[in-house]
């Protein structure tokens, strides 16, 4: 595998259910990234993990829990979410994520819709 | 508040050339950032601009303006595999990434 992979590519999932999504970097980052991404809206930054220690939290929902065990994997445990978290979630890396130049390379995303 | 307005979709023809514009608003400058995004798949990184002026990368090219909070894209000799949606993001003073909603560049035969 080279670049970032994300599995499940699509997820369905009722309102009452517990998943997870798992992203994986092949690139030796240091940062990795989950975005929300919503037909013709910016994407929204949710959480941002630089050396495994969380360093941005965009006033995320709660229901939203990421977890960073290595530089490597990332992954976002999702609970009683609602329809409108149905969207793109996109998972990213960089080689820093605390300042200077930061190229930042996308996995192809999970496609999740909430019913 | 920090804002990156570009327009929602543009049509453009095969083997012409097309300019994509972004303006932004934001606390600080860091870099600009374009990415090309075909449905269903990842972004893929374009360019970055840091100074203003022309970065050209064969058949694209970005410009800058710091003074004027002005970007664009421009691409030549349009192909079909280039209709995609194109993002604008702008670094600001905390290094994070603001980026705007896309621009859905469709391509006519």
């Known amino acids: 595998e080279t670049g970032v992979t994300q599995t499940p590519r699509h997820l369905v999932m009722g309102m009452t259910n517990k998943k997870s999504l798992k992203c994986e970097q092949h690139l030796g980052h240091n940062a990795m990234y989950w975005y929300k991404q919503s037909a013709k809206k910016p994407l929204e930054l949710m959480f941002v993990y630089s050396l495994e220690e969380r360093v941005e939290n965009n006033s995320v929902p709660s229901r939203f829990s990421p977890e960073c065990p290595n530089s490597s994997h990332l992954f976002l445990h999702l609970h009683t979410l609602q329809p409108e978290d149905s969207a793109l979630y996109l998972c990213?890396?960089?080689?820093?994520?605390?300042?200077?130049?930061?190229?930042?390379?996308f996995g192809p995303g999970t496609r999740l819709t909430v019913l | 508040g920090q804002n990156i307005d570009q327009p929602t979709e543009m049509t453009a023809t095969e083997g012409a050339i097309v300019q994509i514009n972004c303006t932004y608003q934001?606390?600080?400058?860091?870099?600009l950032f374009w990415y090309q995004q075909h449905a269903g798949e990842a972004p893929t990184f374009l360019s970055y601009?840091?100074l203003d002026g022309l970065e050209e990368k064969g058949r694209f090219s970005s410009f800058l303006s710091r003074s004027k909070g002005y970007s664009y894209l421009l691409l030549k000799e349009l192909q079909m595999k280039d209709s995609a949606s194109y993002l604008c993001a702008v670094m600001d003073s905390n290094y994070q990434l603001i980026w705007g909603a896309g621009t859905k560049l469709i391509i006519k035969p």
């Open positions: 601009n840091v």
């Open positions: 934001t606390s600080g400058f860091n870099g």
């Open positions: 990213a890396s960089s080689q820093d994520g605390t300042g200077g130049y930061n190229e930042q390379f």
